[in-house]
């Protein structure tokens, strides 16, 4: 059995099928973890959803940014609906957006396989959170987007404050100081407040912002971590995290990540012609 994590497909269906083509991806045996941001962009957000969702069986998804602002659209009036990009508008408009949506927003925030000794997120981890701590907040927000009082916490969870994270959070504060650490985070202060607007790579940002697995004093945790979210950081190998958001969207690569063997092992398709570079 093979078991691969994918980066950020946002809506680039023809780069996902011939990325499964050539890991020869056998659903009898094989695994697929994506990373989050299946969706927007790309222009094939329908056909990625309804494949992922085929596959469902045979899949571990962690939830990105954009699969929540596209959940978070989905519960408001049409007026509004109408005005979200054409990508997602095809999604929603969709005759089985209902089963899709539902689908999506039982997905995870994070996903630990001890087995394996990898961490799934979509962007990171606080760099004070043990990963015993990551997987419990993980929980605390996906129970809560599955359960009856989602569309309060989807029409709440957007904002940049808090920036970082305390346990003395709580309520739509403490699920929203979570949801940014897991799905929005690329730079932290050294005492670990996101940095929302430094978006480039490593070097870019200014004087007192660290990568967030590299901020003074982070948690040593027991497992490697692999995440996307970070396109300007692209392919990344280090201190225990493997980035794989190559930038597919924007006329890079989509990557996969192969977990089950010896070593990590890096496989890439080529974007689109006409993806635009960023």
Not at 45 to 69: F, P, Y
Not at 242 to 270: H, M, N, S
Request: with cysteine; glycine share 10%; aromatic share 8%.
């Amino acid at each position: 059995m093979a078991v691969y994590a994918i980066g950020d497909v946002q809506g680039c269906y023809p780069e996902l099928q011939r990325l499964l083509e050539r890991l020869h991806f056998d659903p009898s045996t094989d695994r697929l973890w994506f990373c989050g941001d299946l969706v927007n962009r790309g222009g094939e957000s329908l056909e990625v959803l309804r494949l992922v969702h085929a596959l469902r069986e045979h899949c571990i998804i962690t939830l990105g940014n954009h699969d929540l602002s596209l959940l978070a659209v989905a519960e408001r009036e049409p007026e509004a609906r109408a005005r979200t990009n054409p990508d997602l508008r095809r999604v929603l408009q969709a005759e089985d957006a209902g089963a899709l949506m539902e689908w999506l927003r039982h997905q995870r925030l994070a996903h630990h396989d001890a087995e394996l000794g990898f961490t799934l997120v979509h962007a990171g981890l606080a760099p004070s959170w043990t990963l015993k701590q990551a997987l419990h907040i993980a929980h605390e927000v996906e129970r809560a987007l599955r359960g009856d009082g989602h569309r309060a916490l989807l029409q709440r969870m957007f904002g940049n404050r808090p920036a970082r994270w305390s346990s003395k959070l709580h309520g739509h504060d403490r699920l929203r100081a979570a949801i940014n650490i897991f799905t929005r985070m690329r730079y932290c202060d050294a005492h670990g407040r996101i940095d929302f607007d430094a978006k480039g790579a490593p070097g870019s940002q200014r004087a007192g912002l660290y990568p967030w697995f590299e901020v003074p004093g982070v948690r040593a945790r027991e497992t490697r971590i692999v995440c996307g979210h970070w396109s300007a950081l692209g392919r990344f190998a280090g201190l225990g995290v493997y980035a794989i958001d190559t930038g597919c969207v924007w006329g890079g690569k989509l990557t996969a990540l192969r977990l089950d063997g010896e070593e990590p092992q890096f496989i890439t398709v080529d974007a689109e012609p006409h993806r635009k570079r960023a």
